[in-house]
């Protein structure tokens, strides 16, 4: 069994910088890949970055290349989602993912476990 809290959200000005953590309980986190969502009102949840139970391989949506970085450590349960220059478009609730580590990291899993949710709003 994986709990997954995702924290870090806030308020920031365009241009921007955040760091979304999202902490896992249980011994087996290093068991998953670990991916971000984000879901802004009204519109559906969709994928931002991936990363495998290694953090040897990552992959991004193309609208978050070169200003999103996805890392993890294994020792600390911990994922993170470091957020350059940040847009108002961008404004969403954030939720991690446990899926399963064999899955190709470029294909979305089954995911086994869901965060609550942090909520970023960038304002313009």
């Known amino acids: 069994q994986v709990q997954l809290v995702e924290s870090g959200g806030g308020l920031v000005q365009a241009g921007g910088s955040l760091r979304l953590s999202c902490a896992a309980s249980g011994r087996t986190f290093s068991n998953y890949r670990i991916d971000w969502f984000r879901q802004a009102p009204g519109k559906e949840r969709m994928f931002i970055a991936a990363?495998?139970?290694?953090?040897?391989?990552?992959y991004y949506a193309d609208f978050v290349k070169g200003r999103f970085t996805i890392s993890r450590d294994n020792a600390k349960n911990t994922v993170y989602l470091q957020m350059n220059s940040l847009k108002p478009e961008d404004t969403a609730v954030y939720y991690c993912?446990?899926?399963?580590?064999?899955?190709?990291?470029?294909?979305?899993?089954?995911?086994?476990?869901w965060g609550q949710g942090t909520q970023v709003t960038v304002s313009s």
């Open positions: 993912a446990a899926g399963s580590r064999t899955t190709a990291i470029t294909i979305r899993p089954a995911y086994d476990y």
């Open positions: 990363i495998s139970w290694s953090g040897g391989s990552t």
